[in-house]
Protein backbone atom coordinates (compact mmCIF):
# COMPACT_ATOMS: atom_id res chain seq x y z
CA UNK A 1 0.00 0.00 0.00
CA UNK A 2 1.56 3.44 -0.68
CA UNK A 3 2.44 6.29 1.44
CA UNK A 4 -0.85 8.63 0.92
CA UNK A 5 -3.29 5.52 0.86
CA UNK A 6 -1.97 4.17 4.57
CA UNK A 7 -2.12 7.61 5.44
CA UNK A 8 -5.79 7.72 4.46
CA UNK A 9 -6.76 4.30 6.25
CA UNK A 10 -5.10 5.64 9.57
CA UNK A 11 -7.43 8.60 9.58
CA UNK A 12 -10.55 6.61 8.63
CA UNK A 13 -9.36 4.61 11.67
CA UNK A 14 -9.16 7.59 13.95
CA UNK A 15 -12.01 8.41 12.41
CA UNK A 16 -14.14 5.24 13.53
CA UNK A 17 -12.85 5.20 16.98
CA UNK A 18 -14.20 8.83 17.77
CA UNK A 19 -17.79 7.66 17.16
CA UNK A 20 -17.35 3.96 18.49
CA UNK A 21 -16.12 6.24 21.71
CA UNK A 22 -18.83 8.75 21.65
CA UNK A 23 -21.61 5.82 20.76
CA UNK A 24 -20.79 4.00 23.97
CA UNK A 25 -23.63 2.20 25.56
CA UNK A 26 -26.01 4.94 28.10
CA UNK A 27 -27.65 3.70 31.49
CA UNK A 28 -30.92 3.89 30.29
CA UNK A 29 -32.76 3.31 27.35
CA UNK A 30 -33.65 6.62 25.56
CA UNK A 31 -36.92 7.40 22.58
CA UNK A 32 -35.68 6.05 19.42
CA UNK A 33 -37.02 6.77 15.54
CA UNK A 34 -39.82 4.35 15.96
CA UNK A 35 -43.22 3.21 14.08
CA UNK A 36 -44.77 2.65 17.19
CA UNK A 37 -47.59 4.91 18.90
CA UNK A 38 -48.65 4.18 22.30
CA UNK A 39 -51.34 7.08 23.14
CA UNK A 40 -53.40 7.37 26.85
CA UNK A 41 -57.43 6.72 25.75
CA UNK A 42 -58.74 7.71 29.21
CA UNK A 43 -58.11 7.85 32.65
CA UNK A 44 -60.40 5.87 34.93
CA UNK A 45 -59.56 6.91 38.00
CA UNK A 46 -59.33 10.80 40.36
CA UNK A 47 -55.72 11.71 41.26
CA UNK A 48 -53.94 11.76 37.98
CA UNK A 49 -53.58 15.08 36.62
CA UNK A 50 -52.06 14.35 33.19
CA UNK A 51 -50.64 11.31 31.46
CA UNK A 52 -48.52 10.92 28.19
CA UNK A 53 -46.83 8.07 26.42
CA UNK A 54 -43.56 10.04 25.43
CA UNK A 55 -41.03 9.39 22.59
CA UNK A 56 -43.75 6.97 20.45
CA UNK A 57 -43.85 3.77 22.89
CA UNK A 58 -40.82 4.50 25.06
CA UNK A 59 -42.06 6.41 28.63
CA UNK A 60 -45.01 6.74 30.78
CA UNK A 61 -45.02 10.12 32.09
CA UNK A 62 -47.64 10.64 34.90
CA UNK A 63 -48.33 13.85 37.19
CA UNK A 64 -50.32 13.22 39.86
CA UNK A 65 -52.96 15.47 41.75
CA UNK A 66 -51.48 16.94 45.14
CA UNK A 67 -53.85 16.29 47.92
CA UNK A 68 -53.88 12.58 46.98
CA UNK A 69 -51.45 8.77 47.13
CA UNK A 70 -51.44 7.24 43.94
CA UNK A 71 -49.68 4.10 43.42
CA UNK A 72 -49.15 2.75 40.19
CA UNK A 73 -48.92 -0.96 40.53
CA UNK A 74 -46.66 -3.54 38.74
CA UNK A 75 -46.90 -6.71 36.99
CA UNK A 76 -47.94 -8.84 39.82
CA UNK A 77 -50.20 -6.23 41.24
CA UNK A 78 -47.69 -4.94 43.93
CA UNK A 79 -46.57 -1.32 45.00
CA UNK A 80 -44.35 -0.04 42.11
CA UNK A 81 -44.73 3.67 42.38
CA UNK A 82 -45.98 6.20 44.83
CA UNK A 83 -47.11 9.52 44.55
CA UNK A 84 -47.52 11.25 47.76
CA UNK A 85 -49.80 14.31 48.67
CA UNK A 86 -46.46 16.14 48.95
CA UNK A 87 -45.43 15.63 45.83
CA UNK A 88 -43.08 13.26 46.95
CA UNK A 89 -42.31 10.33 44.41
CA UNK A 90 -40.61 7.24 45.43
CA UNK A 91 -40.35 3.70 43.52
CA UNK A 92 -40.20 -0.17 45.14
CA UNK A 93 -37.02 -1.08 45.14
CA UNK A 94 -38.46 -4.51 45.49
CA UNK A 95 -40.93 -4.52 42.95
CA UNK A 96 -39.91 -6.65 40.25
CA UNK A 97 -40.88 -3.90 37.77
CA UNK A 98 -38.30 -2.15 39.13
CA UNK A 99 -35.72 -3.70 37.49
CA UNK A 100 -37.24 -5.59 34.77
CA UNK A 101 -38.57 -1.69 33.28
CA UNK A 102 -34.77 -0.78 33.21
CA UNK A 103 -34.44 -2.59 29.62
CA UNK A 104 -36.87 -2.14 26.66
CA UNK A 105 -37.25 -6.06 26.21
CA UNK A 106 -36.57 -6.86 30.02
CA UNK A 107 -33.51 -8.52 29.39
CA UNK A 108 -32.68 -8.15 32.47
CA UNK A 109 -31.57 -11.07 35.88
CA UNK A 110 -33.67 -9.87 38.93
CA UNK A 111 -31.85 -9.62 42.03
CA UNK A 112 -32.74 -11.71 45.14
CA UNK A 113 -34.17 -8.16 46.58
CA UNK A 114 -36.99 -8.52 43.78
CA UNK A 115 -40.06 -10.12 45.80
CA UNK A 116 -43.89 -8.61 44.75
CA UNK A 117 -44.86 -10.18 47.94
CA UNK A 118 -41.96 -8.71 50.06
CA UNK A 119 -42.73 -5.17 52.30
CA UNK A 120 -42.22 -2.43 49.60
CA UNK A 121 -38.75 -0.52 50.55
CA UNK A 122 -39.42 2.55 48.86
CA UNK A 123 -36.67 4.94 47.34
CA UNK A 124 -37.29 8.82 46.31
CA UNK A 125 -37.14 9.29 42.57
CA UNK A 126 -38.86 12.76 42.55
CA UNK A 127 -40.11 15.46 44.67
CA UNK A 128 -42.57 17.63 42.22
CA UNK A 129 -45.30 14.78 41.71
CA UNK A 130 -43.99 13.92 38.19
CA UNK A 131 -42.30 10.46 37.16
CA UNK A 132 -41.54 9.03 34.31
CA UNK A 133 -41.09 5.30 33.47
CA UNK A 134 -40.36 2.58 30.71
CA UNK A 135 -44.02 0.21 31.13
CA UNK A 136 -43.46 -3.08 29.42
CA UNK A 137 -47.42 -2.64 29.45
CA UNK A 138 -47.42 -0.04 26.72
CA UNK A 139 -44.55 -0.89 24.11
CA UNK A 140 -44.57 -4.29 21.68
CA UNK A 141 -42.13 -6.48 23.67
CA UNK A 142 -40.08 -7.82 20.88
CA UNK A 143 -37.65 -6.45 17.83
CA UNK A 144 -39.76 -8.87 15.78
CA UNK A 145 -42.73 -7.15 14.06
CA UNK A 146 -46.02 -8.23 15.25
CA UNK A 147 -47.90 -10.92 12.91
CA UNK A 148 -50.84 -8.21 12.47
CA UNK A 149 -47.81 -5.78 10.98
CA UNK A 150 -46.47 -8.80 8.79
CA UNK A 151 -50.10 -9.63 7.73
CA UNK A 152 -50.54 -5.92 6.49
CA UNK A 153 -47.25 -6.01 4.58
CA UNK A 154 -45.90 -3.61 6.76
CA UNK A 155 -47.19 -0.68 4.93
CA UNK A 156 -50.70 -0.23 6.68
CA UNK A 157 -51.36 1.78 9.74
CA UNK A 158 -52.65 -1.50 12.35
CA UNK A 159 -53.55 -1.47 15.93
CA UNK A 160 -51.57 -4.10 17.82
CA UNK A 161 -53.44 -3.85 21.78
CA UNK A 162 -55.38 -1.94 24.13
CA UNK A 163 -53.79 -1.86 27.36
CA UNK A 164 -54.36 -1.08 31.20
CA UNK A 165 -51.91 0.53 33.91
CA UNK A 166 -53.80 -0.53 36.93
CA UNK A 167 -54.16 2.30 39.48
CA UNK A 168 -54.41 2.65 43.62
CA UNK A 169 -55.82 6.25 44.52
CA UNK A 170 -55.92 6.55 47.87
CA UNK A 171 -56.96 3.27 48.26
CA UNK A 172 -59.33 2.88 45.83
CA UNK A 173 -58.90 1.13 42.46
CA UNK A 174 -58.41 3.02 38.79
CA UNK A 175 -56.50 2.46 35.63
CA UNK A 176 -55.15 4.37 32.80
CA UNK A 177 -56.20 2.48 29.60
CA UNK A 178 -54.51 3.27 26.39
CA UNK A 179 -53.61 1.24 22.68
CA UNK A 180 -51.01 1.13 20.58
CA UNK A 181 -50.46 1.39 16.96
CA UNK A 182 -47.90 0.27 13.97
CA UNK A 183 -47.37 3.12 11.62
CA UNK A 184 -45.82 2.10 8.58
CA UNK A 185 -42.31 3.72 7.55
CA UNK A 186 -42.04 6.66 4.55
CA UNK A 187 -39.77 5.80 1.59
CA UNK A 188 -37.50 8.97 2.73
CA UNK A 189 -36.83 9.33 -1.16
CA UNK A 190 -37.10 13.17 -0.83
CA UNK A 191 -34.67 13.17 2.17
CA UNK A 192 -32.40 10.95 0.58
CA UNK A 193 -32.22 12.75 -2.18
CA UNK A 194 -30.99 15.66 -0.82
CA UNK A 195 -28.83 14.07 1.05
CA UNK A 196 -27.24 12.95 -2.42
CA UNK A 197 -27.48 16.43 -3.93
CA UNK A 198 -25.37 17.86 -1.01
CA UNK A 199 -23.02 14.91 -1.17
CA UNK A 200 -22.20 15.75 -4.72
CA UNK A 201 -22.10 19.22 -4.42
CA UNK A 202 -19.98 19.48 -1.08
CA UNK A 203 -17.42 16.98 -2.75
CA UNK A 204 -16.96 19.35 -5.81
CA UNK A 205 -16.67 22.27 -3.17
CA UNK A 206 -13.82 20.45 -0.86
CA UNK A 207 -12.14 19.00 -3.60
CA UNK A 208 -11.45 22.79 -4.84
CA UNK A 209 -11.20 24.64 -2.18
CA UNK A 210 -8.54 25.72 0.40
CA UNK A 211 -8.36 23.73 3.66
CA UNK A 212 -9.54 26.84 5.72
CA UNK A 213 -12.75 26.93 3.70
CA UNK A 214 -12.76 22.93 4.17
CA UNK A 215 -12.57 23.51 7.79
CA UNK A 216 -15.21 26.34 7.40
CA UNK A 217 -17.87 23.10 5.92
CA UNK A 218 -17.05 20.80 8.49
CA UNK A 219 -17.90 23.56 11.51
CA UNK A 220 -21.19 24.36 9.87
CA UNK A 221 -22.30 20.68 9.51
CA UNK A 222 -21.30 19.80 13.44
CA UNK A 223 -23.08 22.46 14.53
CA UNK A 224 -26.05 21.75 12.90
CA UNK A 225 -25.55 18.31 13.96
CA UNK A 226 -24.88 19.34 17.60
CA UNK A 227 -28.24 21.45 17.32
CA UNK A 228 -30.11 18.37 16.02
CA UNK A 229 -28.63 16.29 19.42
CA UNK A 230 -30.12 18.75 21.20
CA UNK A 231 -33.60 18.89 20.12
CA UNK A 232 -33.18 14.77 20.75
CA UNK A 233 -32.10 15.22 24.28
CA UNK A 234 -34.44 18.06 24.86
CA UNK A 235 -37.52 15.65 23.71
CA UNK A 236 -36.31 12.77 26.50
CA UNK A 237 -37.95 13.12 29.59
CA UNK A 238 -35.50 13.44 32.91
CA UNK A 239 -35.13 9.37 33.90
CA UNK A 240 -34.85 8.86 29.74
CA UNK A 241 -32.16 11.36 29.16
CA UNK A 242 -29.09 9.95 27.79
CA UNK A 243 -25.63 11.67 26.61
CA UNK A 244 -24.07 8.94 23.71
CA UNK A 245 -22.81 9.95 20.51
CA UNK A 246 -26.21 12.65 20.03
CA UNK A 247 -24.50 15.05 21.80
CA UNK A 248 -21.14 13.35 22.48
CA UNK A 249 -20.18 13.22 18.63
CA UNK A 250 -21.22 16.56 16.90
CA UNK A 251 -18.95 18.68 19.59
CA UNK A 252 -15.84 17.15 18.75
CA UNK A 253 -16.00 17.34 15.33
CA UNK A 254 -16.47 21.26 16.03
CA UNK A 255 -13.55 20.65 17.99
CA UNK A 256 -11.30 19.10 15.36
CA UNK A 257 -12.90 22.07 12.77
CA UNK A 258 -11.51 25.01 14.85
CA UNK A 259 -8.49 23.27 15.42
CA UNK A 260 -8.12 22.55 12.13
CA UNK A 261 -8.75 25.83 11.22
CA UNK A 262 -6.12 27.57 13.77
CA UNK A 263 -3.81 24.66 12.49
CA UNK A 264 -4.25 26.46 8.31
CA UNK A 265 -1.40 29.35 9.75
CA UNK A 266 1.05 26.59 10.21
CA UNK A 267 0.51 23.29 8.53
CA UNK A 268 -2.58 23.67 5.96
CA UNK A 269 -1.88 19.73 4.94
CA UNK A 270 -2.08 18.77 8.91
CA UNK A 271 -5.49 20.79 9.00
CA UNK A 272 -6.43 18.87 5.78
CA UNK A 273 -6.35 15.55 7.57
CA UNK A 274 -7.99 17.11 10.60
CA UNK A 275 -11.08 18.05 8.18
CA UNK A 276 -11.05 14.55 6.96
CA UNK A 277 -11.28 12.66 10.08
CA UNK A 278 -14.21 15.02 11.17
CA UNK A 279 -15.95 14.54 8.19
CA UNK A 280 -15.71 11.26 8.51
CA UNK A 281 -16.74 10.92 11.63
CA UNK A 282 -19.95 12.93 11.29
CA UNK A 283 -20.47 10.26 8.15
CA UNK A 284 -20.58 8.08 10.87
CA UNK A 285 -22.86 10.07 12.88
CA UNK A 286 -25.43 10.29 9.64
CA UNK A 287 -25.36 7.09 9.19
CA UNK A 288 -26.27 5.77 12.78
CA UNK A 289 -29.05 8.11 12.25
CA UNK A 290 -30.21 7.48 9.00
CA UNK A 291 -33.88 6.00 10.64
CA UNK A 292 -34.93 9.79 11.41
CA UNK A 293 -35.28 9.88 7.31
CA UNK A 294 -37.69 7.24 7.18
CA UNK A 295 -39.47 6.96 10.77
CA UNK A 296 -42.63 8.60 11.03
CA UNK A 297 -41.88 9.48 15.22
CA UNK A 298 -38.93 10.86 16.01
CA UNK A 299 -37.62 11.81 19.20
CA UNK A 300 -37.24 15.68 18.90
CA UNK A 301 -38.65 18.45 20.22
CA UNK A 302 -38.04 20.08 16.05
CA UNK A 303 -40.57 19.75 13.53
CA UNK A 304 -40.04 16.34 12.20
CA UNK A 305 -39.16 17.86 8.90
CA UNK A 306 -36.76 20.06 10.33
CA UNK A 307 -35.21 16.90 11.97
CA UNK A 308 -35.43 15.12 8.51
CA UNK A 309 -33.63 18.03 6.79
CA UNK A 310 -30.70 18.48 9.30
CA UNK A 311 -29.77 14.80 9.18
CA UNK A 312 -30.32 14.76 5.22
CA UNK A 313 -27.58 17.82 4.95
CA UNK A 314 -25.32 16.53 7.77
CA UNK A 315 -24.91 13.18 6.11
CA UNK A 316 -24.78 14.05 2.55
CA UNK A 317 -22.37 17.17 3.22
CA UNK A 318 -20.18 15.24 5.70
CA UNK A 319 -19.89 12.12 2.94
CA UNK A 320 -19.44 14.80 0.18
CA UNK A 321 -16.52 16.54 2.13
CA UNK A 322 -14.43 13.09 3.62
CA UNK A 323 -15.22 12.36 -0.35
CA UNK A 324 -13.63 15.69 -1.79
CA UNK A 325 -10.91 16.16 1.10
CA UNK A 326 -9.67 12.32 0.24
CA UNK A 327 -9.90 13.15 -3.52
CA UNK A 328 -7.97 16.45 -2.80
CA UNK A 329 -4.95 14.88 -0.86
CA UNK A 330 -4.40 11.84 -3.12
CA UNK A 331 -4.40 13.92 -6.26
CA UNK A 332 -2.01 16.38 -5.14
CA UNK A 333 0.44 13.75 -3.93
CA UNK A 334 -0.24 11.52 -7.54
CA UNK A 335 0.88 15.55 -8.76
CA UNK A 336 3.68 15.40 -6.70
CA UNK A 337 4.97 12.21 -7.41
CA UNK A 338 4.98 13.23 -11.53
CA UNK A 339 6.94 16.21 -10.85
CA UNK A 340 9.36 14.32 -8.83
CA UNK A 341 9.74 11.55 -11.70
CA UNK A 342 10.12 14.26 -13.88
CA UNK A 343 12.74 15.96 -12.25
CA UNK A 344 14.47 13.61 -10.29
CA UNK A 345 17.39 14.61 -7.99
CA UNK A 346 20.81 14.75 -9.19
Known amino acids: MKSSGRRLVVLLLIAVSLVVLGAAPALADPATPTNYRSEVVGVESPGVDHVEIVGGDAFVRLSAIAGMTLVVLGYEGEDYIRFLPNGQVSVNQRSPATYLNDDRYANVELPGAADARAEPRWETV??????????????????????????????????????VLPLKVDGEPGSIV????????GGGVQWFAVAVFTLLTVAVIAFRARPRSQAGVLLALGTLAFFAGLAAIASQPPEGRTYGIELVGPPVVVGLAVFAAIQVRTSPRAAERLVFIGSVALSAWGILRAEVLTRPILPTVLPYAADRAITALVLGGAMGLAAGVAAAITWRNRVNRVRNDAHPAT
Open 126 to 163: SVDGTYSWHDHRTHWMSPALPAAVLESGVDATVPIFDW
Open 178 to 185: GTLTWIPS
